[in-house]
C-alpha cells in the first residue's frame, strides 16, 4: 500500500499535508491524485527545478529549519518526512521539529521515516547522515515536545512495509489537542 494512499486512509479527504524534504514531488502528485491537499518543501533547489510537473505549484524551496510556510492562512492536518530528519545536525533537530509542529492543526498527524542506528544494520556510509540515532532516542524528542504516539497509524504504516527495510522505522505522532497559547 502506498503511503499516500495510507495517509489517506488516515486523514479526511482534502485534508491539508506538508511534505518536509519533498524532492522531485513524487509523493505531493500521489497525495493529490487520492483527494489530498499535498504541499512541500526541500532544501535542494536542483530538486525543486526537476520535480515532476504535477507538483510544481505546490513545491518551494526552502530550508525545514526556517519558518515553514502555509497556503491561505490555513494549517495542516499533517507534516511528514521520509529519510530526512537524519540529515539534520543533531543540534538543529528540535528546532525543525518545533517549525512541524507551528504549521500542524491542534490534534494533527506527524508521520516521519528515520535512517536509525540498528546494531543489525549495517554501518551507513552515507556521509549526508549527520544523526543516525537509535529509535529512542528520536521517540525521547517527540515526547520532549509533548506529542502523543499514535500507535494504530503507525501500525498501519509498519505493516504496509513489513517485507521492507522501512518497516520499523515509522514514527506516526500526533500534536496536542490544544497548543501551548491556545487554552
Known sequence: MPTATILASLLPLGARTLEIGAAKGYLIAECRRVGLESYGVDISQYAVDKCVEVSKPYLQQLNAANPLPVHDDKLYECVLSMEVLEHIY?????KVLKEMEAVLMPGGLLVHRICLED????????????T???RNWWEEKFYN?????????QNIFDSAFINRDW?????????????IGEQ
Open 145 to 153: 515536545l509533548g506529542w502523543e504516539i499514535d500507535k494504530a497509524a
Open 132 to 134: 543516525v540515532k537509535p
Open 90 to 94: 543533531e543540534d538543529e533537530v528540535a
Open 167 to 179: 518497516h520499523g522505522r515509522f514514527f506516526v505522532w500526533r500534536t496536542p489537542s490544544i497548543l
Open 119 to 130: 546494531v543489525d544494520m549495517e554501518p551507513d556510509n552515507d556521509h549526508t547522515h549527520v
